[in-house]
């Protein structure tokens, strides 16, 4: 039986902060998790977005691939949808987006994630570029991003809420990514304006999350070395 | 299937420190995610020792109890045991049984845990007092523990080991549990001396981190008015 309950999360945003950026889970894999879901390939190949059971990267050319089951993954989020609808949103931003998703109350001591889906009178994206081995750390590879900006575009807006005790695991608050219905654009959302949109939501009450024990680097890593892992996420993201 | 890959966590250590002290899982509940495991009871009741399919408790009177299947936890870890013999050690205390379980590395970027068996020339534990409605903080507890020790004592010593990053959610580093082959002392650790053990392992990677979303004072509480979850965690723990 699918679990609705569960997020499923591979990998940590921890490790990609000193550029642990191999691969270690396949798009296959993952899918057993779920049939919903955001990521970014083996050094930080673009942005991934799983809507429906149908997998899409958007890279840092702009284009919109679908992705086959051997595509790997360094970190990931998965969970099998069971959304419930919670209203509509009409001339909405970001904050007001928020205020919804956590129906008004300033934050959540779960994990959830939101669907809206309609029309964005404005979405601007990034897709990272690839960095290749010896991969960039999460900073020097968040400056070689690609930026897009489009107007009055349908699609859906995916995100995932983690609560900030998980901050360093996850990225604490939202985490938006981005597919547009004629997949003209897409990726890890910078910014956004609703036109309308109808929001739907799924309260998990399950973290998952799985180590990617098996890659020697990251086991053998000291992250005492990388900073304070929070504030460069924060930044990154 | 059992799976052995699996650290199953109920509830969080930051929810214990402003109180949210509430009996969330039952014991036969939490019994599904393992037959061996470390928890306390509602109110900070004692301190939980599951091994080997039996659940005793270590109340504040020093007295050993087997619980029966309704009694609730706020905070509980489980796992089902596939350990891995590491060796033994001889005249070791908490600094060389830490770097046994490591390798003698400085820390671990995943979940494991430590069974040690044999006989302690010094234990000291200690088993909180059990709060009433309105619950007190975890700090506030903390202070009113009994304290117990004992030399010379056959028995296992049953260890979780966290990554950094996870500190807030769990402890990070060791989390130490004993229970005597007779019963007559266990509890959290605070100090131990091992005279001769046998040491057995197993590794994570996967954290179910499962939250009590259907407590209303944890999803409503408000974790910012707390201060440094971390600091009053190290403290406490």
Known sequence: MKKTNVLYQHGTLALLVPGLLAGTITLKELMEHGDTGIGTGEGL???VVIIEGKPYQFDSFGHANLLKEDFTLPFANAHFSAYQSIG???GADSTKFAAAGL???????TFFSILAKGTFSYIKTRAVVKSERPFDTLAATAKKQ???EAHDV????LSYYSPELF??????GYHNHFIADDLSIGGHILDFQIKQAKLFKQVFDTLEQH?????QEFMEHD????????????KAE
């Open 45 to 47: 190949n673009g942005e």
């Open 88 to 90: 509509q949103l009409t």
């Open 103 to 109: 129906n008004n109350r300033p934050n959540s001591n």
């Open 146 to 148: 690609s930026i897009f």
């Open 154 to 157: 349908q699609g859906t807006l």
């Open 167 to 172: 901050h360093g695991a996850a990225v604490a």
């Open 211 to 215: 180590l990617p024990v098996d890659n």
């Open 223 to 234: 992250f005492d070395v990388d900073g304070d892992l929070g504030e460069v996420i924060s």
